[in-house]
C-alpha cells in the first residue's frame, strides 16, 4: 500500500478517534449537568450519516471535512429560551458547571493520552538503543564531547532506554536554555559526563530534528545499498532504478552502505552519476541525476529512494521499556504532563520569537507522520495518537474565543464582573478568534506546503 493510502487513512483514524474523543467529553458532562444535546458531529460540512437512537433526542452525524467536530446545546446561544425549558439550556446553567462542560473536552483528551500510554507502556514501548554513531566533526555534539560509539545512560540524571527519550529530554533543556549533564559509556567501557550548553545554541529551535542540528547519529549496523521503495515521479523512478536493485559502483567508487549512497547523492544535486548496479544477477549500467532540494538554508540531492532492511537487521541494536500496571500508570501521567509543558513552552518560545514559527505544522504533515507511523505499527500509530491528543488539548485551551479556552476566559471575566460579557464584546472576541485561527491554519498550510515544494 503506498505512503499517500497510508497517510489518508491515518489521519482519518487518528483525527477521527481524537475529535470524538474530545467531543464526547463535552458531551458527557453536558448530559450529566441536564442540558439537552440537540446534535453530537464528528466532522464539519455535509453529513455523510446521521441518525437517532429511540428515545434520544439527540442527533448523531459523521460529516465529510474530519478535521473537527461539535456539540450543539439546546440554549448555547441567544436564543429565546421559554420558562419550562430553562432546565435544559446550557446558557441558565451555572457557571461551576457551563466551565466543567468546556472543560471536558480537552480534558478527555488529555485522559486518551494519559490511556494510550498506559497501555503502551504495559505492553512495552520499543526503540532503538541510544548509541552514538558517526558524527559530523563540525558538529555541536563532537564540540561537546561526544564520540561514535558513546552510549547515552542518563540526561540531567534522568535514566534513557531509548533512542526517543533522548530528543525529547534534550528539547526540554534546549527551550529553557539550560546547561544538561549527559552521562554516556563509551565504546572503551567507561563512564562519562558530557555537557551541553543551550544557552549559546538557540538556533537549535529552529525547523528541523533536534537532535540532528546538534550533530547526533543513531549508531545503527550498516545497512546493505539494496533498493527496496521507489517513489513515484522522483529520480530514482525516472532512471530506471527497481526495487532489489543491489547498488555496486558510482562514478566508479565501491559503494560500501547504503550511508556512503545517501551522502554521495546528498553532494551532488543536479549532478548525473554513472550507477552500475547488479539486478536478478546481471550487470545493469544507468545514469541517475538527483533533484536538488533546499534543506536548511542549503542544497542537497534526492532520488527518492529507500533501503531494503533485512529482516532482525536491528535486533541487537533494540531495546525496550516496560513496567507493571501501577508503574505503566504513574509513566504515562508523567510522560504526558512533561509533554504537555514541553508543548506549552515551545508555544510560548514561538510567540516571543525565540522559536522558528516552522515547527507549527498543519494537516498534510499530520497525515505524513499518521502514515508513517501506522506503517511501523500499532504501537508507534498509538504514540502518535497520543501526542496529537495532548497537542489538541493545549490547543483548545488557548485563551483564543472560539476555543474552549476563550469561552473559559469569558466565563473568568464573568466571574470577576458578576455578569456576563455583553453581546457587543463576545461578537467582538468571536470575530477576533476566527480571524487567529484562520492565520494560524493559513501558517500551518505555507508550512506544509513548503516542506512539500523542498
Known amino acids: 500500500m503506498s505512503l499517500v493510502i497510508w ?16 467531543e464526547l467529553g463535552h458531551f458527557v458532562v453536558a448530559r450529566r ?57 446550557f446558557s441558565h446553567k451555572t457557571l461551576g458547571w457551563r466551565a466543567a462542560i468546556v472543560t471536558a473536552g480537552p480534558l478527555a483528551n488529555f485522559l486518551l493520552a ?6 503502551l507502556y504495559m505492553v512495552g514501548v520499543s526503540g532503538f538503543r541510544p548509541m552514538l554513531g558517526e558524527l559530523d566533526p563540525q558538529s555541536i555534539a563532537v564540540a561537546s564531547g561526544f564520540a561514535e560509539g558513546d552510549q547515552i545512560r542518563a540526561i540531567n540524571r534522568e535514566p534513557v532506554v531509548l533512542w526517543e527519550e533522548v530528543g525529547i529530554r534534550l528539547l526540554g533543556s534546549a527551550v529553557e536554555k539550560r546547561r544538561v549533564e549527559v552521562e554516556v559509556v563509551t565504546a572503551g567501557g567507561y563512564q562519562e559526563v558530557r555537557w551541553i550548553d543551550f544557552q549559546h545554541h538557540e538556533q537549535l529551535l529552529e525547523e528541523g530534528d533536534l537532535l540532528d542540528r546538534l550533530g547526533f547519529e543513531a549508531g545503527l549496523p550498516k545497512l546493505p545499498p539494496v533498493i527496496d521503495e521507489i517513489v513515484p515521479g522522483e529520480a530514482a523512478e525516472r532512471a530506471g532504478l527497481r526495487s532489489g ?19 554521495y547523492v ?22 541517475i541525476t538527483p533533484a536538488a532540494r533546499e534543506e536548511r538554508e542549503k542544497i542537497v ?87 496529537l491528543s495532548i497537542s489538541i488539548a493545549i490547543l483548545n485551551l488557548l485563551p483564543i474565543p472560539v476555543l474552549d479556552g476563550g469561552h473559559l476566559l469569558y466565563y ?35 508550512n506544509d506546503v513548503q516542506r512539500l515544494l523542498n
Not at 543491489?246 to 551522502?263: H, N, P, S
Not at 508503574?327 to 518560545?349: D, N
Not at 516552522?358 to 500509530?381: H, Q
Open 301 to 387: 540531492g534526492r532520488i527518492g529512494a529507500a533501503p531494503q532492511v533485512p529482516e532482525g537487521w536491528y535486533d541487537d541494536y533494540r531495546a525496550t521499556r516496560r513496567y507493571g500496571p501501577v508503574a505503566a500508570l504513574g509513566e504515562a501521567v508523567t510522560q504526558t504532563a512533561e509533554m504537555s509543558l514541553l508543548t506549552l513552552k515551545m508555544l510560548g518560545k514561538m510567540v516571543v520569537g525565540e522559536a522558528s514559527l516552522k515547527n507549527i505544522n498543519g494537516p498534510i504533515s499530520i497525515a505524513e507522520y499518521a502514515g508513517r507511523s501506522a506503517r511501523v505499527g500499532l504501537s508507534s500509530f498509538l504514540k502518535l495518537v497520543a501526542v
Open 7 to 22: 497517510s489518508i487513512l491515518g489521519m482519518v483514524v487518528a483525527l477521527g478517534l481524537l475529535v470524538t474523543i474530545h
Open 266 to 287: 546528498r553532494a551532488r544535486p543536479g549532478v548525473a552519476i554513472d550507477l552500475q548496479l547488479r539486478r536478478q544477477g546481471q550487470l545493469v549500467a544507468l545514469e
Open 412 to 446: 473568568f471575566v464573568e466571574w470577576v464582573k458578576g455578569g456576563p460579557l455583553s453581546e457587543k464584546w463576545r461578537a467582538l472576541g468571536q470575530q477576533g478568534g476566527v480571524v487567529i485561527l484562520l492565520c494560524l491554519t493559513a501558517l500551518a498550510l505555507y
Open 245 to 263: 536493485d543491489q547498488l555496486l559502483l558510482a562514478d566508479g567508487e565501491v559503494i560500501e552502505d547504503w550511508r556512503f549512497w545517501v551522502d
Open 33 to 89: 449537568a441536564g442540558v439537552l444535546v440537540e446534535r453530537f458531529s464528528v466532522g464539519f460540512g455535509r453529513p455523510l450519516f446521521r441518525w437517532r437512537r429511540a428515545g434520544d433526542p439527540t442527533e448523531y452525524v459523521v460529516a465529510v471535512i474530519p478535521l473537527g467536530g461539535y456539540v450543539k446545546m439546546f440554549g448555547e446561544t441567544d436564543q429565546a429560551v421559554a420558562p419550562g425549558q430553562q432546565q435544559q439550556s
Open 114 to 119: 494519559i490511556l494510550l500510554f498506559w497501555i
